[in-house]
Nanobody, 124 residues
Framework: QVQLVESGGGSVQPGGSLRLSCATSGYTFNNFNMAWFRRVPGKEREGVAAIASDGPIMYANSVKGRFTISRDNAKNTLYLQMNSLRPEDTAMYHC??????????????????WGQGTQVTVSS
């Protein structure tokens, strides 16, 4: 049974940083294509960053230069380093996974495993 568990969320001031983690279990992590999404109540889920099983990465334009996605295959963990945080980054952040050929995508429907999420709040 595949499980994804996010952690690392919290409240920070604008300009601050947070590092999110997504611990996985139940499948060979190396074979996962992974991504981070975020959702604000009343709005559609937004893709933030994705990393393929073989390494290629893509980012949403809104986070380029501020967020960094990475993976540690030895620890079965996905990360999202978030710097220069803005109030508009406030959201519930979810990690997502899909097994298969290597790809990157910020389309939610592509992924079939999801974590419960961790809340990020950016406010002064």
């Amino acid at each position: 049974q595949v499980q994804l568990v996010e952690s690392g969320g919290g409240s920070v001031q604008p300009g601050g940083s947070l590092r999110l983690s997504c611990a996985t279990s139940g499948y060979t992590f190396n074979n996962f294509n992974m991504a981070w999404f975020r959702r604000v109540p009343g709005k559609e889920r937004e893709g933030v960053a994705a990393i393929a099983s073989d390494g290629p990465i893509m980012y949403a334009n809104s986070v380029k230069g501020r967020f960094t996605i990475s993976r540690d295959n030895a620890k079965n963990t996905l990360y999202l380093q978030m710097n220069s945080l803005r109030p508009e980054d406030t959201a519930m952040y979810h990690c997502a996974a899909r097994v298969g050929h290597a790809f990157t995508s910020l389309v939610p429907a592509v992924y079939n495993f999801w974590g419960q999420g961790t809340q990020v709040t950016v406010s002064s």
